[in-house]
C-alpha cells in the first residue's frame, strides 16, 4: 500500500481458521489478498469507467483498470504480513500498508513472490507512479488535542501524515479550492482536512454520526 502506517487485521473465520493452513506464511514479508468490492456492487457491470487518475473525464475499458464496477467484483492487494497469531479461536494476520474498507470480504490470501511478481520495467499505461513530492501535513490545536486523549495518538498521527502527504484527493477536485473541506472515515471517526496554502490541514477527528462536509 502507499501507506506502510496503515494497519489492520484479517481474521479468518470457520473453517478457515485451522492453525495448520498458515504454516510457513511467516516466511514471507507480503501476501496478496484476493476480496470483494461488497460496497460497490451492482446489478449490471460496465464496459468503460472514468479513473480517478484521470481527472472523472476520460473512459477506459474497465479491464484497463482496477475500478470496483467489474463483471466479477474482485479486487486485489498487496501488503506487508507484520504477523501471525490466533486469538478466541480466530487466527489473525496482522498486516500493515492495508487499503481495504474495514469488513471486506477477503475470498483468499497468497503469498507475495518478489522473483515472479515484482516487475521493475513493467509498462503502467495511464496509471503512472504516483509523485514523489509530498504535500506537507500540518494540525490545527484542536485536532491536536484529540489525538493527544487517544491512547493511540501517536501512532495515528503518523498515519494520517502519510496518508494525507500522498494527497488523496481524486484528480478531477483538485481545483485548489481553500474552503473546500474533505473528509475521510478512519477507524472510529472521520477526518475532515482542507488545503491550506498548498498544505492539507487536519482540521478534526470528527464524530461519524455528525460529519456532513464534502468530500
Not at 35 to 58: E, H, M, S
Not at 122 to 130: N, T
Amino acid at each position: 500500500g502507499l501507506v506502510p502506517q496503515a494497519k489492520g487485521s484479517v481474521e479468518m473465520l470457520p473453517p478457515f481458521n485451522r492453525p495448520e493452513a498458515f504454516v510457513g506464511l511467516q516466511g514471507y514479508s507480503h501476501i496478496w489478498l484476493q476480496f470483494i468490492f461488497d460496497r460497490a456492487l451492482r446489478a449490471r457491470w460496465q464496459p468503460t469507467v472514468r479513473p480517478p487518475r484521470l481527472g472523472g473525464n476520460r473512459r477506459v475499458g474497465v479491464f484497463a483498470s482496477r475500478a470496483p464496477f467489474r463483471p466479477n467484483p474482485i479486487g486485489l492487494s498487496v501488503v506487508r504480513l507484520e504477523g501471525v497469531s490466533t486469538e478466541a479461536g480466530s487466527v489473525l494476520l496482522k498486516v500493515s500498508g492495508l487499503d481495504l474498507v474495514d469488513g471486506t470480504p477477503v475470498i483468499d490470501i497468497k503469498p507475495y513472490l518478489a522473483y515472479v511478481d515484482s516487475i521493475p520495467d513493467a509498462a503502467s499505461g495511464f496509471a503512472a507512479p504516483a509523485s514523489a513530492s509530498l504535500c506537507r501535513v500540518r494540525f490545527t490545536s484542536r485536532a491536536l488535542n484529540q489525538l493527544a486523549a487517544r491512547p493511540d495518538g501517536e501512532t495515528l498521527k503518523e498515519m494520517i501524515t502519510a496518508l494525507l502527504a500522498a494527497d488523496p484527493r481524486p484528480a478531477y477536485i483538485m481545483d485548489g479550492r481553500q474552503q473546500r473541506v474533505y473528509g475521510i472515515r478512519l477507524y472510529d471517526f472521520d477526518l475532515r482536512w482542507q488545503l491550506v496554502d498548498g498544505a492539507a490541514q487536519v482540521l478534526e477527528l470528527a464524530q461519524p454520526d455528525h460529519f456532513s462536509a464534502e468530500m
